[in-house]
Structure formats: C-alpha cells, structure tokens
Antibody, heavy 117, light 107 residues
Framework: QVQLAQSGPEVKRPGASVKVSCKTS????????LHWVRQAPGQGLEWMGW????????GHAQKFQGRVIMTRDTSTGTAYMELRNMTSDDTAFYYC??????????WGQGTLVTVSS | SYVLTQPPSMSVAPGQPARIPCGGD??????VHWYQQRPGQAPVLVVY???DRPSGIPDRFSGSKSGSTATLTISGVEAGDEADYYC??????????FGGGTRLTVL
C-alpha cells in the first residue's frame, strides 16, 4: 500500500535551517508530484510548494521565496524539504502529500518542527 | 490571491446531516477537494473532483457545488466524524489553496 513516512521531530534555533524527509513506498516514486503543506499550532493548512520527482521541477508559494528548497533521491524514493532562516513563525507540523490528478490522496504522518531560542 | 471561505465551526446532533460550505470566486469552474483531519492526525481525503469519494470513505460523505459555493455533506453524523474539514482547489494565480477549515462538533 502507498505510504509516506516522514522524519522525526526537530527543534531549531531562530535563523537555523531544517531538512525534513518523506520516504515513499508502495508506488512508483517518479510518477506522482509531491507537495509540502504545513500547519501551525491551532491553525489551518498552508500549502508550501511542490516537486515533480521525475524532472526535479519545483514550485512554491510566494511567501517562501528564497527560503524553501525541495529535492529528491530517486534511488530511495525519498523527497526532502529544506526551510532556511527560520523564525518562531515557522513552528508547525510539516506534511508531505502525494498528488493524483489535482488532489492529495496520501499524506505523510507529519513532522513537528519547533523553532525556539 | 485566491480565497476559499469556510465557517470556523459547526455543531450537529448525532444522526443529523452536516453541510459544510466552501465559498470562492468562480468556484464552479474549479475542481474542489475535501479533507478530514481528526485531532492529532494527518488530513485524509474524503471527496475529490467535487463529488467523487475515495475507496474506504463511507457513502455518508458527499460533495456538491452550486453557484459560488461547494458543500461537503455528511448525512447522519456520527461521533467519529468530529474533526476539522478543509476544502482545497488549484487556482492559476495562487496555485494550491486551502479553505480556513471548519471544526465540526457532534453534540
């Protein structure tokens, strides 16, 4: 069955970077785009960006311009999202999600990233 | 930017229908998807392409659209349906957009 397994929780200082991984299984990695969505405590879902694993094309929401980098390792079926220069406003659960024809049909379990001094 | 508007909360008695609206400009031309998020869990797709249901989702969940509003209907609400519900579309100017979410409370 399709699974997206994310890396564990992280605690970072303001100004630091975090790299979250999303290891996929149960399907052909390069056949589906992957998206990153975050959720601050008590808040709604916020789309961050996407990646085409086959071509390594990426796109992101304007507010993350210059701070987010999405990469992948096709040999292991793993996607990565790196967020740089974090502030306390970046404290959130970060989710990867597989896209199928416009909708997100499978999600990772989420990774809690806490930014605190 | 494109905005999807949902009521922050809704309360429904068990066995009654819950109708969760999602409003947006020209939503009739967009494909609307819905997710359920139970406390402490990742979102789960419950309706896609306005009206389709993934395998494993009970047929109590259905989607519709009329005018500038899409609606997720849960017929015969159960205690296990208590969760946050989000609508989602793709927009050419904003890419992926989520509504603010509706917290459904089962009385």
């Amino acid at each position: 069955q399709v699974q997206l397994a994310q890396s564990g929780p992280e605690v970072k200082r303001p100004g630091a970077s975090v790299k979250v991984s999303c290891k996929t299984s149960g399907y052909t990695f390069v056949h589906y785009d992957l998206h990153w969505v975050r959720q601050a405590p008590g808040q709604g879902l916020e789309w961050m960006g996407w990646m085409n694993p086959k071509r390594a094309d990426t796109g992101h929401a304007q507010k993350f311009q210059g701070r987010v980098i999405m990469t992948r390792d096709t040999s292991t079926g793993t996607a990565y999202m790196e967020l740089r220069n974090m502030t306390s406003d970046d404290t959130a659960f970060y989710y990867c999600a597989r896209e199928t024809r416009g909708h997100f049909d499978h999600w990772g379990q989420g990774t809690l990233v806490t930014v605190s001094s | 930017s494109y905005v999807l508007t949902q009521p922050p909360s809704m309360s429904v008695a068990p066995g009654q229908p819950a109708r969760i609206p999602c409003g947006g400009d020209d939503i009739g031309s967009k494909s609307v998807h819905w997710y359920q998020q139970r406390p402490g869990q990742a979102p789960v797709l419950v309706v896609y392409h306005d009206v389709d249901r993934p395998s494993g989702i009970p047929d109590r969940f259905s989607g519709s659209k009329s005018g500038s509003t899409a609606t997720l209907t849960i017929s015969g609400v159960e205690a296990g349906d208590e969760a946050d519900y989000y609508c989602h579309v793709w927009d050419s100017s904003a890419d992926q957009v989520f509504g603010g979410g509706t917290r459904l409370t089962v009385l």
